[in-house]
């Protein structure tokens, strides 16, 4: 069965950082695109980024370029998004998923609220 566990959310002023974690089990990373989107109440949902399958290249929504990254540790079956600069806008909650390809959303978790403060 395959399960993805986002955790790492929470509160942070303007111009602050945090970073996400998802984590996967029952299926192997690298066979599918990662990606990451957000949801904000009253509002169509984004993608945030995408990385493709084995890792070949990361796609990244026009509001988060230059901002957030995403890494790997392969062992821990596990990816990060390193979300830097925030802003009242990024308020939302984050969501990782997997799908075939790039902004393809076959799976995904439960979501971790990101509140960001002016």
């Known amino acids: 069965e395959v399960q993805l566990v986002e955790s790492g959310g929470g509160l942070v002023q303007a111009g602050g950082s945090l970073r996400l974690a998802c984590a996967g089990s029952?299926?192997?990373?690298?066979?599918?695109?990662i990606s990451w989107f957000l949801h904000a109440p009253g509002k169509e949902r984004e993608g945030v980024l995408s990385?493709?399958?084995?890792?070949?290249?990361?796609y990244y929504g026009d509001s988060v370029k230059g901002r957030f990254t995403l890494s790997s540790d392969n062992a821990k079956n596990t990816v990060y998004l390193q979300m830097n600069s925030l802003k009242p806008e990024d308020t939302a909650v984050y969501y990782c998923?997997?799908?075939?390809?790039?902004?393809?959303?076959?799976?995904w978790g439960q979501g971790t609220q990101v509140t960001v403060s002016s």
């Open positions: 029952g299926f192997t990373f690298a066979d599918y695109a």
């Open positions: 998923a997997i799908g075939r390809d790039v902004w393809v959303y076959h799976y």
């Open positions: 990385f493709s399958p084995y890792g070949r290249f990361t």
